[in-house]
């Protein structure tokens, strides 16, 4: 998957965040350039990101959208969705329109269960409504979408919850992932990664959960070994079976008790980040 960051600002500051795009230089957003890079990208996936993306505006998401669509390519746009009922809606249904042309889908981080937690998460008050609005908005106009969950110290509790309140609020999802935090940028510290022992219990039930009510369920970022039961819906069993080329190889390695580990040839082990902070896993 190719990974374009097509503005440095977001709207939100995350405790997790682990961009440091704050000193990155924000160069004027050029869709052709960017159309150029799609298309001659070897990836079939093509990651929209940022900062958030929709502070752009929904032209220039819709011009990249097309573009994948063109050229044969997924797009994923990926977003905290906060801004989506600002994009008016004539836009909105084209962006829709083409990010399913190309076989794409948007990829929401929502990583709290109410407006409290949503708060703590992202620091920024009274956002949470303006993103499930958003959502909503995706939905009703025919978006295939992900919602992902990043698991941290301070919300791994609710990943359970999370779940209830997604068949609760947000029915028409059907495609969830938790994904535990990296410990880079501001979360490069114990404050923000919980230990795997310590979140996996809820992890476990969050996923059991999602298989008990249908949801598409998975997990990144966290050893099968903590996963009990749920180990295949860990996203790097694919990549590490089929040998194949990815971030997930610089990031990750085994520690000792991997050796006797019967996972060993399907897990990609922890990642070096959380190494770094806990020393083992
Ligand atoms: S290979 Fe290592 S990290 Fe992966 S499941 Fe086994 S013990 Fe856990």
Redesign the pocket.
Known sequence: MALLRIIHKCNQGCVFCSYPGKNAKNKKHDSNLYCREIASSKDNLIQISGGEPFLLGGMHLLKLALCAAKNNKKIEIQTNASLIKNTPLNVLKKLIKAVNLSGGYFNINLSAADKAMDEKISGIQNIFLNKIKGIKLLLKFGADIRLTYVICRLNYRQAPEFVKFTLKRLPGIKWLQFSFVKAMGKALTKKIVPKYLTASKYIIKAASLCAKNKIKCEIDHI????LGAY?YLNVDIGKVAGNKEGLYRKEKT??K??L?????NI????RKDYLKIYGD?
């Open positions: 050893p099968l070994c903590m180990y085994y520690v008790r991997c006797k580990c019967k996972y060993v897990c990609s082990g922890p896993i």
